[in-house]
């Protein structure tokens, strides 16, 4: 049972990643404002991203940089170099997130105009008369 223990203290930031995970599938399925369910889904990809952003690190890792002397001799050891992919990765993430945040603010912008709210159950409403 200790052991465990010592496994889940020992990956916090997992648990930490699944809570925003929740907090943002949460917002998304249970509210009925078209921003807060923006949000959730900002929050949701957030902790994707740092989940991502964490499997790329080790203890005791360096960066993947390789100078022309180790390089040239052969001495890389990859089990000391970070992956980089992963940090790469989620930088474009971030920026098709960013990108599909201002486009669903514009779309939410005009249903407001549209419609007058943008609660969910009001636009269905309107939408069937």
């Known amino acids: 049972m200790e052991q465990i223990v010592q496994e889940i203290v020992a990956k916090y930031n997992y648990w930490v990643y699944v809570i925003l995970m929740m907090i943002g599938f949460y917002a998304m399925i249970g509210k009925r404002n078209l921003v807060k369910k923006l949000l959730g889904m900002n929050i949701f990809q957030t902790a994707i991203i740092l989940f991502f ?5 080790k203890k005791g890792g360096r960066i993947p940089i390789v100078d022309k002397y180790s390089g040239l001799a052969g001495t890389i050891d990859p089990n ?16 098709v997130g960013v990108s599909v945040t201002g486009v669903a603010l514009a779309v939410l912008q005009r249903i407001y105009r549209e419609y007058g709210t943008l609660e969910e159950n009001e636009i269905l409403e309107k939408v069937r008369r």
């Open 80 to 95: 000391t170099i970070d992956n980089p992919l992963p940090h790469v990765l989620m930088l474009t993430a971030i920026v």
């Open 53 to 57: 952003v964490s499997t790329g690190v």
